[in-house]
């Protein structure tokens, strides 16, 4: 190997990603070389004054505002649509909102305020809960607040892509799920995108189309999350519809503001189209 | 799957679990998140909206998480966040860049390494200077450099952050590192020429 060779090598093979041939050559040839050795040892001090100066360690303060912030977080969404006699109830973590930035969750009162204020919801929680018809109908609920969220929070898509190919792999390692992103658009159902959400204690994968000015929110449930004979099929809450089907060991629901013939146009052209 | 009247017993459980998980494998990482927040957003108050907003959502989705890399489950979800931000607030950051191999002139003038800086500038100065062209980079450089150089992942992990094959990984290093030290030469003169 020639100087000219191994100078054109040397930042890969300091950053250790040289195969092993090379590596030998280029480890035989530094053994004799003044000239690269001293080249090898200037960018090695470059590299070492690069990570003095720039790195940013979290600040002190960022850590406690975080560690309370999550302390605290038996976090609670409102839910206007869905929740019976205008109550918050907890269901996930919730972002910070805009308007509560700046806030200093620093304080351990706060923590303090906030285990009370989660028993108190606890209390109204259980009395939530148990004034559930049944689990199908909770279901719906958390879907319908999911999608609303979706429109609201400016979060409708964690991965913009019209591209299937670009959708599916997206999220590979991030939940256990691998949903069928397909594009519809010659059907009228354009793919817009996807996004991770959170919907019966789960990480899901919510599929996210376009068809005229409503939004379709399609999200990918294991099998397991319905009773395979629950009823209905089809339902209606709070002005959405929702349909549900199951195919390839997953249950699909889609939910939109569009007409219930729309989301049955939509399950037909889906379920003959995904793999 | 199927919630009983006991859920939020349930659900606390749960959650003590989830804390405990994100505690031991997450909340290490935290120094690493700040740092790219800091690198791609470009200012302290808003990489520190962005790390925390990212670290919620790692919480959230915890349960999702089975690798064995939580740093860069971690540092993902982070860029993620980082590039909402940017829509949101300077879209003009997200503008594509051309993709091109190095030619050879830009070849040969890797060969170089930048002139060690002690012997210029002084340490303040010269981390001054860094600082500020390692903001001048464009955003698809500056962050596999920072992934790179401060976080010191394999091309490989940087691949799976970014999303990107990972030819264009190295590509964009070898830009990235090719402009950061000429612009690093050519201020470098410039500054002690005028006796600073």
Redesign the interface.
């Known amino acids: 190997m020639d100087c000219?060779t191994l100078?054109?090598l040397?930042?890969?093979y300091v950053?250790?990603?040289t195969d092993l041939t090379q590596t030998l050559l280029i480890e035989q040839h530094l053994a004799d070389c003044v000239a690269c050795k001293a080249?090898k040892q200037?960018?090695a001090?470059?590299?070492a004054?690069?990570?003095?100066?720039?790195?940013?360690?979290?600040?002190a303060g960022?850590?406690e505002?975080?560690e309370a912030?999550?302390q605290g977080?038996?976090e609670h969404v409102q839910i206007e649509i869905a929740a019976p006699i205008h109550k918050t109830v907890?269901l996930?973590?919730s972002?910070?909102r805009v308007a509560r930035?700046h806030r200093h969750f620093g304080q351990r009162w706060m923590a303090g305020f906030a285990s009370v204020a989660a028993l108190l919801l606890?209390a109204l929680?259980?009395n939530w809960?148990?004034r559930?018809p049944n689990?199908e109908t909770?279901l719906a609920t958390e879907l319908v607040a999911a999608h609303v969220r979706s429109q609201l929070a400016?979060?409708l898509t964690?991965v913009v892509s019209s591209d299937q190919h670009t959708v599916k792999p997206?999220f590979n390692?991030?939940?256990?799920i691998a949903p069928p992103a397909i594009d519809l658009a010659a059907q009228g159902y354009a793919l817009i995108g996807g996004r991770?959400d959170?919907i019966?204690?789960?990480?899901t994968a919510a599929l996210v189309y376009r068809h005229h000015e409503h939004v379709l929110n399609v999200f990918v449930l294991p099998a397991?999350?319905v009773?395979a004979d629950a009823k209905p099929e089809a339902s209606s809450l709070q002005g959405f519809h929702l349909l549900r089907w199951a195919q390839s060991g997953l249950v699909l629901w889609v939910i939109s503001d569009a007409s219930e013939s729309t989301l049955q146009g939509f399950a037909e052209a889906f379920k003959q189209t995904a793999p | 799957m199927i919630d009983q009247p006991s859920k939020p017993a349930a659900d606390a459980a749960q959650h003590a679990d989830a804390m405990r998980r994100f505690n031991q494998s997450v909340l290490p990482h935290l120094d690493a998140a700040h740092n790219l927040a800091r690198w791609l957003t470009g200012h302290a108050s808003d990489a520190q909206d962005v790390t925390q907003e990212a670290l919620l959502r790692a919480f959230r989705f915890i349960d999702g998480f089975h690798g064995s890399d939580a740093r860069a489950w971690l540092l993902t979800i982070v860029r993620h966040a980082a590039y909402s931000w940017l829509e949101r607030h300077r879209p003009q950051q997200l503008a594509a860049v051309p993709e091109t191999a190095l030619d050879a002139a830009e070849q040969s003038g890797a060969i170089e390494p930048a002139p060690s800086p002690e012997n210029i500038l002084s340490d303040q100065h010269a981390h001054a200077l860094l600082l500020e062209l390692m903001n001048e980079l464009p955003l698809p450089f500056r962050e596999v450099l920072v992934l790179r150089e401060l976080e010191e992942l394999s091309y490989r992990e940087i691949a799976a952050v970014t999303d990107l094959p990972i030819g264009t990984v190295m590509s964009r290093l070898a830009r990235a590192r090719l402009q950061l030290r000429a612009a690093w030469t050519r201020r470098g003169l410039e500054e002690t020429s005028h006796g600073l």
């Open positions: 000219k100078a054109s040397l930042d890969v950053d250790g990603e080249r200037a960018l001090d470059w590299r004054m690069i990570r003095k100066a720039a790195y940013f360690p979290a600040p960022l850590r505002r975080l912030a999550l977080s038996i907890p996930l973590p972002m910070p930035r606890f929680n259980l809960y148990l559930q689990a909770r400016a979060h964690d997206w390692g991030r939940i256990d991770l959170y019966a204690g789960h990480g397991g999350a009773p």
